[in-house]
């Protein structure tokens, strides 16, 4: 059993995403009509319509860890709406990490576009199509993240992976606290289509539904203090930063590019147009070499 259980981290991490009551971890930071907390807090309702867009946050700050959720997204005709699930520090020279689900048209595929930001510098767009319906029952998306490797997965799935590549002159989100953070709001200017199919309010109010609040993460009380931060990279007590979660393995590799060889759309690094010379991080990161 022990044996079994251990295994199975290696492969995906099962520690986030508990069942604990919204209100342990999180808070509401819209109006009860747009942030609605149901079942006693086992699930919420993100809700836009023409008056408010929603959302809620952690009530944290973070440092490393496996930080994730189960989210149900809006379903029929999304265009035009932007599901976010991200973390982000604080500050003009912000870290970030980001889900953001762009809506279509009833039918037509989302579309999940990941980013990370270090010290204030994002333009790390990466778009993917999905292997199921994200709008039919709850589906988890989850990053695990430690001071060498940052891994974005979908099910369980390793879906991108951003190595600590500071050696190179690339910053790495490593030593800001993060909050956890949900929204729902209008990005018709842009998300769907390239931004050529509106937002149909008639078709509102739009739902997005969230489960599992717990948090295993490394909780940041003061980021002024550098034995917080020191505390949370070390290895002692934080699962995520022993030795065997510093890379993936041959395992999650093979994963790894058999979901990107299928589902992406969209690369930054591999957009000649916007980048000429690919960003250094680029050649690192997708285990191609
Ligand atoms: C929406 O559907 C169209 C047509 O299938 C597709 O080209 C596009 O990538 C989809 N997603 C978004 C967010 O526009
Ligand atoms: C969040 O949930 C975890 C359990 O998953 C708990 O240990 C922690 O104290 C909670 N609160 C915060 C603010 O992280
Ligand atoms: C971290 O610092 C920022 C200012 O840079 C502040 O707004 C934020 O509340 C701080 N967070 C914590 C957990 O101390």
Same mark, same amino acid.
């Given at each position: 059993?022990?044996?079994?259980?251990?295994?199975?981290?290696?492969?995906?991490?099962?520690?986030?995403?508990?069942?604990?009551?919204?209100?342990?971890?999180?808070?509401?930071?819209?109006?009860?009509?747009?942030?609605?907390?149901?079942?006693? &807090?086992?699930? #919420?309702?993100?809700?836009?319509?023409?008056?408010?867009?929603?959302?809620?946050?952690?009530?944290?700050?973070?440092?490393?860890?496996?930080?994730?959720?189960?989210?149900?997204?809006?379903?029929?005709?999304?265009?035009?709406?932007?599901?976010?699930?991200?973390?982000?520090?604080?500050?003009?020279?912000?870290?970030?990490?980001?889900?953001?689900?762009?809506?279509?048209?009833?039918?037509?595929?989302?579309?999940?576009?990941?980013?990370?930001?270090?010290?204030?510098?994002?333009?790390?767009?990466?778009?993917?199509?999905?292997?199921?319906?994200?709008?039919? &029952?709850?589906?988890?998306?989850?990053?695990?993240?430690?001071?060498?490797?940052?891994?974005?997965? #979908?099910?369980?799935?390793?879906?991108?992976?951003?190595?600590?590549?500071?050696?190179?002159?690339?910053?790495?989100?490593?030593?800001?606290?993060?909050?956890?953070?949900?929204?729902?709001?209008?990005?018709?200017?842009?998300?769907?289509? &390239?931004?050529?199919?509106?937002?149909?309010?008639?078709?509102?109010?739009?739902?997005?539904?969230?489960?599992?609040?717990? #948090?295993?993460?490394?909780? #940041?009380?003061?980021?002024?203090?550098?034995?917080?931060?020191?505390?949370?990279?070390?290895?002692?007590?934080?699962?995520?930063?022993?030795?065997?979660?510093?890379?993936?393995?041959?395992?999650?590799?093979?994963?790894?590019?058999?979901?990107?060889?299928?589902?992406?759309?969209?690369?930054?690094?591999?957009?000649?147009?916007?980048?000429?010379?690919?960003?250094?991080?680029?050649?690192?990161?997708?285990?191609?070499?």
């Amino acid at each position: 059993m022990l044996i079994l259980s251990m295994a199975a981290l290696v492969v995906i991490q099962t520690t986030e995403c508990k069942s604990i009551s919204f209100g342990e971890n999180y808070s509401a930071s819209t109006d009860k009509l747009h942030t609605r907390v149901k079942s006693g &807090g086992s699930r #919420v309702e993100l809700v836009l319509d023409q008056n408010s867009a929603a959302g809620f946050s952690s009530k944290g700050k973070y440092l490393f860890g496996s930080i994730g959720m189960k989210i149900k997204l809006v379903s029929g005709n999304s265009a035009g709406t932007v599901t976010a699930y991200y973390l982000s520090s604080d500050g003009d020279q912000h870290d970030e990490m980001d889900f953001e689900f762009l809506g279509n048209s009833s039918g037509e595929p989302y579309i999940l576009q990941t980013n990370v930001f270090a010290k204030g510098k994002g333009d790390r767009e990466q778009r993917m199509t999905l292997w199921f319906d994200p709008t039919s &029952g709850y589906h988890t998306y989850s990053l695990r993240w430690n001071k060498n490797i940052i891994v974005f997965y #979908v099910e369980g799935v390793p879906v991108r992976v951003f190595r600590n590549n500071e050696a190179l002159g690339v910053p790495f989100p490593n030593n800001q606290a993060v909050g956890i953070y949900a929204s729902l709001w209008d990005g018709s200017a842009w998300a769907t289509q &390239g931004g050529t199919v509106p937002l149909d309010w008639d078709a509102a109010p739009f739902v997005a539904s969230f489960q599992g609040f717990g #948090v295993d993460a490394c909780q #940041v009380i003061s980021n002024t203090s550098d034995s917080d931060v020191a505390s949370c990279k070390a290895s002692s007590g934080n699962w995520w930063n022993t030795e065997s979660y510093q890379d993936l393995n041959k395992n999650q590799i093979g994963k790894l590019r058999d979901i990107r060889s299928k589902y992406v759309v969209y690369d930054y690094c591999t957009d000649t147009s916007r980048f000429p010379d690919p960003p250094v991080e680029c050649a690192i990161n997708w285990y191609e070499g």
